[in-house]
């Protein structure tokens, strides 16, 4: 993968949808500071990350982080998880072992010679 020169990161790429209000995205963004390693590879103006939660609070509810990838890779991960914060952190789990999962399949496997890596420059006397 090459340089990248405007990497997504969270606060910058996470909404909040149905279930979580704009109160809520600070302490997301908080809870999810730990993708931002993983986002990092990614360009910010084609990554977007959103969480939304279906019966906040009641018996059942369900959580989906979903998070669209620069080169078009969509992940979805969900969490039925009683506690709220349980079921965040389960979707962040998730999600961060299926980015490591795409950046598996597209780098070069066994060889580091065919990855991008950027060369010294050599300044001319």
Do not use: Y
Request: net charge negative; hydrophobic share 35%; proline share 3%.
């Amino acid at each position: 993968m090459s340089a990248v020169t405007d990497p997504a990161t969270v606060a910058e790429c996470l909404r909040v949808g149905t279930g979580f209000s704009q109160g809520d995205r600070n302490w997301l963004v908080e809870q999810f500071s730990t993708l931002d390693a993983r986002l990092a590879g990614f360009h910010a103006d084609a990554t977007e990350l959103e969480i939304m939660v279906k019966d906040r609070g009641a018996r059942g509810q369900k959580v989906t982080l979903e998070c669209w990838l620069s080169g078009g890779e969509k992940v979805v991960t969900t969490s039925s998880e009683e506690d709220l914060h349980a079921a965040v952190m389960d979707v962040r789990d998730d999600l961060r072992r299926r980015i490591d999962g795409v950046k598996t399949r597209n780098e070069p496997r066994h060889n580091r010679n065919l990855r991008e890596v950027p060369q010294p420059v050599v300044a001319e006397e």
